[in-house]
């Protein structure tokens, strides 16, 4: 089924609307292709040079809440709906506002039809009267306005059904009998079937079967089971209360069909309006969770923040003192050089005393051996002299204990030597114990000032990591929050959208009541009128067969005495014309001057 959407957009200064046909419902991107088509050929008609047209976004006229709305999916669109299409904004062009022209066709190439049908153009229009109370709530929605960012225009009330007849409410006679008998007519055969006629007349003014058998028969002049379209205007113009009744009640049923249909729609649309907040509330929960879940992450992460930047100080302190663990072991392993070099040089004292006493020892060796030769010299002088015995004793006595003091020296220097030479080994083994402990020392400092240092630079990337986590759900929490008053935002929209659909049905159907107990009313002025009309009708009847037969008796009463007729009455009775108000053109005091 064909289907047109009228774009309206801003070319060359001025508002342009164009009508633009699709065989079937477009998608987005065929709607923007085509819009863009059509509106570049219109720029470069008007406007040679200019550049081409683009399309930022759609807006669309809501049929219930009547305000421009973003279309963000081809479901938005309906047949004959009005969008705006905005172009990208920049310093050459900016949107302004004013008034929308009614649509009209591409007048310039470069866009043509996609399908050869080209439907008329609807007019939106409420289809209730000036006097239905139903119309104060349209009569504001005159035009369309330019949509702008932040507002809605006004736009007109809902279509009535294709198929309702167009009813004003100072129809003519001539409109009314015709509007009237089109809807009696119901199969089309531009006659007045009687059971068409029984079941309008039942359905509109109630009337018992056998009143609507008489006014059939009435109607149906010629008695051929029909009325024509002639039977009906002559049975309109004598029953123009009737007539009235018939159009305006019509006029109210198919008044009654589009308010109902209207506030189906709204109530149909109720269920989306109530999506609509459940979801807004929805993303606004979500949205509120989020920022306290980002709140206690980053609660969190400040403590491990904390943490990190305290793990952080702790091992930049223990670096330090292991700094400082290693420096005392440097220093011990330098003192204990230092003593390694004592002992060394304790060592070459030992060695040089040692020396000396091992000197000693030879001398004194060669004193012994010297002593002994003496000895030995004093023996033998003792064996040669016997003379000099007593010297030689007393020689001997003297290098006896000559020999034994340089034994005991001799001894004594060998001793020493010795003991100084065991001591030299045990003062250098443990000096050099001593310096291969400092060294073991220095090493497991430095090793463990390298795991300290290591520790230290982990625990600063953790801090480094942390703090960077902190920083992140931070502007993760900002932009939650900045997300979280738009988000509130829409549901308060939502909640006040959904309040004043929820009002607007009831506006409806408040209208709606106040018209039925007002048409109520009517119809039962109206009633008492119609049964009037009827009971004067046949009256009139009955007066002019008795008039006619009074004529007959005249005329023949004129004729059989030979006398002249003094003139031939009038065919109705001034008297009777004055006193009937069928006559009139008009029922007089008809409620239905006014319409529903």
């Known amino acids: 089924m064909p289907f047109t959407v009228c774009v309206a957009s801003d070319v060359a200064g001025q508002k342009v609307n164009l009508e633009l046909d699709f065989p079937v ?14 509106f570049t050929s219109e720029a470069q008609a008007r406007r040679p040079g200019s550049p081409p047209y683009v399309v930022s976004k759609f807006q669309v ?43 009209v066709k591409p007048r310039y190439g470069g866009y ?3 399908t050869s049908y080209q439907p008329p153009r609807s007019t939106y229009q409420s289809g209730y009267g000036p006097s239905s109370p139903l119309a104060s709530s349209y009569q504001q929605h005159s035009s369309y306005h330019v949509p702008s960012t932040g507002a809605a225009p006004a736009f007109p009330g809902r279509q009535m059904p294709s198929d309702a007849p167009h009813m004003p409410d100072n129809a003519s006679h001539d409109e009314k009998v015709r509007i009237v008998f089109e809807n009696i007519d119901t199969n089309k055969d531009r006659v007045i079937q009687p059971e068409e006629m029984k079941r309008s007349l039942h359905m509109v003014l109630d009337f018992s079967t056998l009143t609507v058998e008489d006014l059939f028969r009435k109607a149906d002049h010629d008695r051929n089971g029909v009325v024509d379209w002639a039977e009906w205007q002559r049975f309109a113009e004598l029953y123009p209360t009737l007539l009235d009744s018939l159009y305006y009640r019509l006029k109210a049923y198919w008044d009654q069909l589009a308010a109902e249909q209207q ?7 109720l269920a989306q309006f109530e999506a609509n907040e459940r979801n807004a509330k929805d993303a606004f929960d979500r949205c509120v969770a989020e920022a306290e879940d ?17 793990r952080q100080r702790a091992a930049e302190d223990a670096a330090r003192d292991s700094s400082r663990d290693v420096d005392a072991a440097k220093q011990n392993r330098a003192e204990r050089e230092r003593d390694l070099a004592a002992e060394r040089d304790r060592e070459r004292q030992a060695q040089q005393r040692a020396q000396e006493a091992a000197r000693e020892l030879e001398a004194a060796q060669r004193r012994l051996a010297g002593a002994q030769q003496g000895l030995a010299d004093a023996e033998a002088a003792e064996r040669r002299a016997a003379q000099a015995l007593h010297d030689a004793q007393r020689d001997r006595e003297r290098q006896q204990a000559i ?101 607007r049905i009831a506006e409806l159907e408040a209208a709606l009541a106040n018209e039925r107990d007002q048409r109520k009313m009517l119809d039962d002025q109206e ?23 009074l004529r007959d ?43 529903y």
């Open 25 to 38: 419902a477009p998608s987005m991107g065929e709607l923007t292709s085509v819009t863009e088509q059509a």
């Open 61 to 103: 006229v809501d049929a219930i809440s009547d305000e421009w709305v973003e279309v963000i999916g081809a479901h938005q669109l309906r047949h004959n709906c009005q969008c705006y299409a905005f172009q990208p904004h920049s310093t050459k062009h900016t949107e302004s506002q004013g008034q929308i022209p009614a649509a």
């Open 112 to 114: 043509s039809s996609t």
């Open 263 to 269: 506030i189906e729609m709204a109530r149909q649309l």
């Open 294 to 310: 980002a709140q206690r992450r980053l609660t969190e992460a400040d403590r491990a923040a904390a943490d990190a930047a305290a």
């Open 403 to 503: 020999v034994d003091q340089a034994t005991g020296d001799c001894q004594r220097a060998a001793d020493r030597h010795n003991q100084l030479l065991a001591e030299i080994p045990r003062a250098i083994e443990d000096a050099i114990a001593r310096l291969q402990a400092a060294e073991q020392a220095l090493l497991a400092a430095v090793q463990r000032q390298k795991e300290l240092g290591q520790n230290a630079a982990d625990a600063a990337a953790a801090a480094a990591e942390a703090a960077r986590m902190r920083d992140e759900l931070a502007r993760l929490l900002q932009s939650l929050r900045d997300r979280q008053e738009p988000s509130r935002m829409a549901w308060l929209e939502a909640q006040n959208a959904l309040q004043d659909h929820h009002a």
């Open 527 to 549: 009633k008492t009128l119609v049964e009037q009309e009827v009971k004067l009708r046949e009256q009139r009847e009955s007066l002019e067969e008795k008039e006619g037969a």
């Open 553 to 595: 008796a005249h005329n023949t009463f004129f004729s059989a005495t030979g006398r002249q007729s003094p003139g031939r009455s009038a065919s109705r009775s001034p008297a009777l014309a004055q006193r009937s108000p069928l006559y009139s053109g008009g029922a007089v005091g008809s409620p239905y001057t006014r319409g």
